[in-house]
């Protein structure tokens, strides 16, 4: 398994920055872009600095198959549904969190990464964000621009 950033960016090949239209969301780390089999993935993600919440995370380690258009018989999506296969996953509530760590451990006996000319297998990361919608996000915005609600006072008679 290999991080996909090239090193041309000046950024590193094992730092990828998340975000939801252009606002800061988390930093995923993984401790070095490559793994084989048998060894640990260790995957950090940072929430400090996020410009919008997180409220949990779903993360799974994964393969799936490409097939050539050309050769297949299914859609792409189709054929990644089918030959889609997990090996570890975690869920967890992220609200007030600073840092998740997800380490989950590639088989020794699994298959390896590998490609052809008409097949391929990839091994993945799958992280799910669980953010507000843009709707709740416009709503805070304008609650915050607005600036802090005034006391309501009421009369009461008696």
């Known amino acids: 398994m290999r991080s996909n950033l090239a090193s ?3 950024q590193s090949n094992n730092r990828f920055e998340i975000a939801r239209n252009g606002q800061r969301v988390a930093v995923v780390m993984l401790a070095r872009p ?3 089999l048998g060894e640990s993935v260790t995957m950090a993600i940072d929430f ?3 410009e919008t919440p997180c409220y949990a995370i779903h993360a799974a380690l994964e393969t799936s198959e490409r097939i050539d258009p050309s050769l297949a ?3 792409e999506a189709s054929v990644h549904r089918v030959t889609r296969k997990t090996f570890g996953s975690a869920s ?3 609200l007030f969190a600073r840092r998740i760590v997800f380490n989950p451990t590639i088989p020794i006996n699994a298959t390896p990464e590998f490609v052809t000319s008409g097949l391929s297998l990839e091994w993945k990361i799958r992280i799910e964000f669980v953010v507000p919608s843009s709707s709740v996000e416009d709503a805070e915005g304008d609650r915050r621009a607005q600036g802090p609600p005034s006391p309501i006072r009421g009369n009461r008679q008696r």
């Open 92 to 94: 967890e509530a992220t």
């Open 73 to 75: 018989i299914r859609s």
């Open 34 to 36: 490559a793994y084989r």
């Open 8 to 10: 041309e960016s000046g």
């Open 48 to 50: 400090t600095g996020a």
